[in-house]
């Protein structure tokens, strides 16, 4: 049997990287790359199945849904995401060649609470399996350092770990230059960055997929936890410590900073399972024929065609949807804006007036102000006058009477 390693060519996330990472160390080897996103159109080079295990976030391009015949798949650490697939939010019979390509290859495992709930919703054999990611073993050759991970988080959570005299070192697993590197490059990059994460005395971050395998290297995480969150860390909030940014700016997880613990084990069953079932999985697909042929390969590919038809125009008609809504918001936007001139405009005419006014009022004070200033100095020299006029007076009495 053939083995396909599932990857995602455009990602820019090194989280997905990680995934496939976790993934490869199952196989005996890649005979097939797969790109995530492409699935329907997948051949091999034969006419053979090719085993694959499908752990990953499911999917930007629905279209692309179900996988061609020749992957046998196992689902495990699953995730669909409700707002791309339009085919896992309703249960109509249009729908109904997308769900049947998993009822057909169940029980499916979910890497989280919400995905397993929809798929049982739909009739869907699911259960929760956790992420792959907590199976990653430690490696043998790291050694501890007294480093803070900080993977995507606020700088004001760095700066308020440096001062309290942490050293840190700042990562992000947005990588713009991610998909631009060969398959081998990135799983060496993934690599590199899972041992930073085992060497630190702790990781804080945002990430699902920097908590997750940090997790399974044993390395005490903290998650600064939003609600934007709930839907995929529901279920895998038990595994590591979690709290707000602003409950953790206010000081209340120093205790954690000075002596990092991890928050049990109640991870280990789910890494136990993934392991045997992933083991298994290969181990039996290594003992069969990778001979293959496509039942019905024509009646197939016409359904998928249409299936892909179908979806595309819902999803090009839910995006000029968006696209409308978004106009109008921006028209609605622009004539708030067009008003506010209008409202400023009328405000300035007034202003313009008020200081037009003003400036009148004000010349006027000036003008006034030189004439006091002229009459002032006339007092002064009328005052001076005075004064000699009474100091010869004086001077003539003073003599005449003393004389």
């Not at 060969?182 to 630190?200: D, G, N, P, T, V």
């Not at 936007?333 to 200081?355: D, F, K, P, V, W």
């Not at 009148?360 to 006029?389: F, I, M, P, T």
């Amino acid at each position: 049997m053939k083995f396909g390693c599932l990857y995602y060519a455009d990602s820019e996330n090194i989280g997905d990287d990680i995934q496939t990472y976790a993934q490869r160390r199952f196989l005996p080897q890649v005979d097939y790359w797969v790109d995530r996103e492409s699935l329907n159109t997948f051949v091999p080079d034969a006419e053979e199945r090719v085993a694959m295990i499908m752990n990953a976030w499911f999917m930007y391009s629905p279209q692309n849904w179900p996988p061609t015949p020749y992957i046998l798949p196992l689902f495990v650490s699953t995730h669909f995401s409700q707002y791309h697939v339009q085919w896992l939010k309703t249960a109509e019979k249009k729908y109904e060649f997308a769900r049947q390509y998993l009822v057909q290859n169940a029980p499916i495992g979910c890497r989280d609470a919400s995905t397993m709930e929809h798929l049982r919703k739909l009739g869907i054999e699911a259960y929760f399996s956790g992420c792959l990611t907590l199976t990653l073993p430690e490696f043998p050759d790291v050694q501890p350092e007294d480093v803070i991970c900080l993977v995507d988080v606020p700088a004001q959570v760095e700066e308020y770990v440096r001062s309290k005299g942490y050293q840190v070192r700042v990562m992000t697993h947005q990588q713009d230059t991610l998909r631009s590197k060969s398959i081998r490059e990135r799983m060496e990059q993934a690599e590199s960055c899972l041992k930073q994460y085992q060497s630190a005395r702790c990781v804080i971050t945002t990430r699902l997929h920097c908590a997750l395998p940090s997790t399974g290297l044993q390395t005490p995480v903290l998650v600064l936890y939003s609600d934007s969150y709930e839907e995929r860390f529901r279920a895998l909030k038990d595994f590591f410590h979690t709290t707000d940014i602003q409950t953790f700016l206010d000081g209340a997880w120093d205790a954690f900073l000075e002596c990092p613990q991890s928050k049990g084990t109640q991870y280990l069953p789910y890494r136990e399972k993934l392991i045997r079932t992933c083991s298994d999985f290969v181990r039996r697909a290594a003992a069969m024929t990778s001979e293959f042929s496509v039942p019905n390969r024509n009646g197939q590919q016409r359904e998928a065609a249409r299936f892909r038809q179908m979806i595309e125009r819902e999803t090009y008609l839910a995006q000029i949807r968006q696209l409308s809504e978004a106009y109008q918001e921006h028209e609605t936007y622009i004539r708030r804006l067009e008003s506010s001139r209008t409202e400023l405009q009328t405000m300035n005419g007034e202003y313009a007036s008020q200081i037009q006014q003003l400036s009148s009022e004000l010349d006027y004070e000036k003008h006034r102000c030189a004439e006091l200033q002229e009459y002032n100095g006339r007092l002064r020299n009328l005052r001076a006058s005075l004064l000699s006029v009474l100091r010869e007076e004086t001077d003539d009495t003073t003599g005449g009477f003393f004389g």
